[in-house]
């Protein structure tokens, strides 16, 4: 009696194993915790970089995809076709893949046609629910819900951990704020000739290091008049264990709000050194962010700039040169805002060595982001 109990049990438990787990089910997973960012796909729309690789045996697809499906394929070759059903932030997608191994597990990342529009102007998380079908495995069509938390525009992801426990830093994606192309740059730049330090902007045309470090300059003192400040918003609310991000302004949001932090600074002030033809990089510490700028063509010398110190100083406390009852400190504006960027490019040059070789080396943590090489492979996401 207890031998055949035993046998009962056995089989029940094998039809319910099978229930739960067909052959031929579809089994949807994602690399990033459940994570879509909106960054990591604007920014490698146009190129064929992939941040995320795959680390499935076999797999096919487009592995930007933010989620895959895994198959068993049938006992002879097939064609499976997938449909993605449309959502707020993608039309509705159909691809085909061929599973040419007899039952072999195959590892599916679908073509996604994002609603780009939508994905720049995501300023909340949000839920996200896929439907996915999948013909031709069998007789029946296989239907899933996948449901996901869209993230910010503003969260940039700077590390992940993949499926076989490897973290990867992604701080490369920083270069995707570096905006060069925002059509708000021309007014900076305006008001920039308008104080007179210098008559245009022209990169390295001149060969005179000096000249460089005066259009610099120049850009400096302006957000100073502008009196950007120093605000400390970084912290993103996403949870996970295995991905990380921190939140960025855009070019816009910095220009609006006259607010930056660390990164934000220098994602902007980037901004506005590629636009004159001026090649900034992007450094890195595991808890700091500044930017340093090449002072010639040849990239043989660079020199660092602490953008936080932007906002030290209100320039209207001084004398403006036209409203003599502004005198409070017996300086300049343009005396005080000279004195504040040498002593940025000290303190930045100063950081730097602290940390020199941590950084030649890549220490985990520590990355220099040159966005003039990197945008061969991270475009801005033109806000």
């Known amino acids: ?15 319910t194993y099978r229930g739960l787990n067909p052959e031929n089910d579809v089994v949807v997973s994602d690399n990033l915790d459940n994570n ?13 970089t992939v941040i995320v690789a795959p680390v ?21 070759p097939a064609t499976i076709k997938v449909t993605v059903g449309e959502t707020d932030f993608s039309y509705e997608s159909v691809s085909e893949y061929q599973l040419t191994k007899q039952n072999t597990s195959y590892t599916i990342y679908p073509e996604i046609n994002w609603k780009y529009d939508r994905l720049k102007r995501n300023a909340q998380p949000t839920p996200i629910s896929f439907s996915l079908t999948v013909e031709n495995l069998d007789k029946e069509s296989r239907e899933k819900i996948y ?6 525009i503003n969260e940039c992801m700077t ?8 973290r990867h830093d992604t701080s490369i994606l920083f270069a995707a704020y570096v905006n060069e192309d925002s059509p708000l740059i021309d007014r900076i730049l305006r008001e920039a000739l308008d104080t007179r330090i210098v008559n245009r902007f022209w990169g390295y045309q001149s060969k005179n290091k000096e000249v460089v470090r005066n259009q610099v300059y120049a850009i400096w003192h302006v957000l100073q ?27 816009e949001d910095a220009f609006q ?34 930017i340093g700028y090449y002072l010639d063509k040849r990239h043989r010398e660079i020199e660092y700039l602490e953008t936080s110190m932007v906002g030290d100083v209100n320039l209207s ?67």
């Open 317 to 383: 406390d001084y004398f403006n040169g036209e409203d003599p009852d502004s005198v409070m400190q017996g300086k300049s504006q343009r005396e005080v805002s000279r004195m504040t960027f040498d002593r940025a490019r000290q303190y930045a040059a100063g950081i730097y060595e602290r940390h020199r070789l941590q950084l030649e080396n890549g220490d985990k943590g520590y990355a220099i982001i040159d966005v003039t090489s990197i945008r061969k492979v991270i475009q801005p996401i033109g806000i």
């Open 257 to 290: 709000n006259s607010q930056i932090n660390c990164v934000d600074g220098s994602v902007m002030f980037a901004s506005l050194l590629k636009a004159i033809n001026i090649d900034p990089v992007l450094v890195k510490t595991p808890t700091h962010m500044f």
């Open 1 to 15: 009696m207890a031998a055949i109990l035993a046998v009962i049990v056995i089989i029940a438990g094998y039809v």
């Open 225 to 251: 008049q502008r009196n950007f400040k120093y605000s400390s918003i970084s912290n993103s609310s996403l949870s996970s264990s295995k991905v990380t991000a921190q939140k960025v302004r855009t070019f």
């Open 147 to 152: 449901t996901m938390s869209m993230r910010t």
């Open 36 to 48: 879509i960012l909106p960054s990591l796909i604007l920014s490698t729309a146009t190129t064929d």
């Open 159 to 166: 590390s992940y951990i993949d499926k076989k426990g490897r």
């Open 56 to 76: 499935d045996s076999l797999w096919a697809g487009n592995p930007k995809a933010p989620f895959n499906f895994t198959v068993v394929s049938p006992k002879i």
